[in-house]
């Protein structure tokens, strides 16, 4: 069966539709600090919730509270007799003696699209494959958080923060861990003031399986300004409060597309600037389809080859 694509805009004949863009720097207050997000869900395992839990202690150690710890709690799809993320989270924290301090934003994918309704339409328009079904219900069943993150983000920048806003987004996936001192890793982009740092930035090719996932907004867009589709990994990505305004704007013009697409294709739209990961962060297995086994993980840890390194999946 063909895939099912996005409709874009119907023009008059001679008519040329442009888009204006966002003007980068422009906040309503003051941007400060740091904030690391973590994105878990009913699916995240209890080890997983310990690594960030273990995270935020070692955050807390900030000078002068300068980095805050969120944890962004999908409780879209809720077992029988299985406690909501965000209250194994707490639970946790409890019975470890509570010396982590971090915030939980609980939402579910009826919140995302109540203020995006446009990812609706995206969702009908996603290929028919099975690939992409697997995507969305193995090993348990996904929601539209889970691929869209830009606006995940962006509820919880838009309701969840009162005040000045972070400067730097710091959002990790629920199984990418860092086999060092997180605290360590956070500091040495300190001086680095990139709106996008990601990893493996490309323009993304049209036999790509979510190359067409995105609105007619998004398509409109792109064919005004002539610009390529780009795509970048998203387990491990730092956002500027610059590139978190620039997304709201476009977001409220349902200008919208699978997050891994839109986050560095947007920020180019918006003349921000981008950079990558350093390599000595990088580890040997840092893929969407990576696997990093248990019984692994204590040497990667401690050998001086691979320690202080992003790996990418952790499973358990």
Not at 74 to 101: K, N, Q, W
Not at 231 to 255: K, N, P, T, V
Request: proline share 5%; hydrophobic share 40%; charged share 20%.
């Amino acid at each position: 069966m063909a895939a099912r694509r996005a409709r874009w805009p119907c023009t008059r004949p001679g008519q040329r539709r442009t888009a204006s863009l966002p003007q980068p720097g422009l906040q309503p207050s003051p941007c400060q600090g740091t904030a690391v997000v973590i994105r878990v869900h009913g699916g995240t395992s209890q080890a997983m919730v310990r690594r960030h839990l273990t995270w935020a202690k070692l955050l807390q150690a900030a000078e002068d509270g300068a980095i805050e710890t969120w944890i962004l709690a999908d409780e879209t799809f809720l077992s029988p007799g299985v406690d909501a993320i965000s209250r194994r989270v707490a639970c946790m924290a409890g019975a470890s003696g509570g010396a982590a301090h971090f915030k939980v934003f609980p939402y579910k994918e009826s919140d995302l699209t109540s203020m995006f309704p446009v990812l609706e339409d995206i969702r009908a328009a996603l290929p028919d494959r099975q690939d992409v079904r697997d995507c969305f219900e193995l090993p348990g069943p996904k929601s539209l958080a889970w691929a869209f993150h830009m606006e995940s983000l962006l509820l919880w920048w838009r309701t969840a923060l009162s005040g000045s806003k972070p400067k730097h987004v710091w959002v990790i996936e629920d199984d990418a861990a860092y086999s060092g001192d997180l605290l360590h890793f956070v500091r040495s982009y300190e001086t680095d003031e990139s709106d996008l740092i990601t990893h493996g930035l490309c323009v993304a090719e049209p036999s790509w399986v979510w190359y067409h996932a995105g609105s007619a907004a998004f398509a409109q867009l792109l064919q005004s300004s002539r610009q390529s589709r780009l795509r970048c990994a998203e387990h491990l990505q730092r956002w500027s409060c610059r590139l978190l305004g620039a997304l709201d704007i476009f977001a409220q013009r349902g200008i919208a597309a699978w997050s891994e697409m839109s986050v560095p294709t947007l920020a180019r739209a918006a003349s921000l600037t981008t950079a990558s990961l350093h390599t000595e962060h990088v580890g040997a297995i840092y893929a969407f389809d990576g696997k990093v086994p248990e019984a692994a993980w204590p040497r990667l840890c401690e050998d001086s080859r691979t320690k202080d390194r992003w790996w990418h999946a952790l499973k358990w």
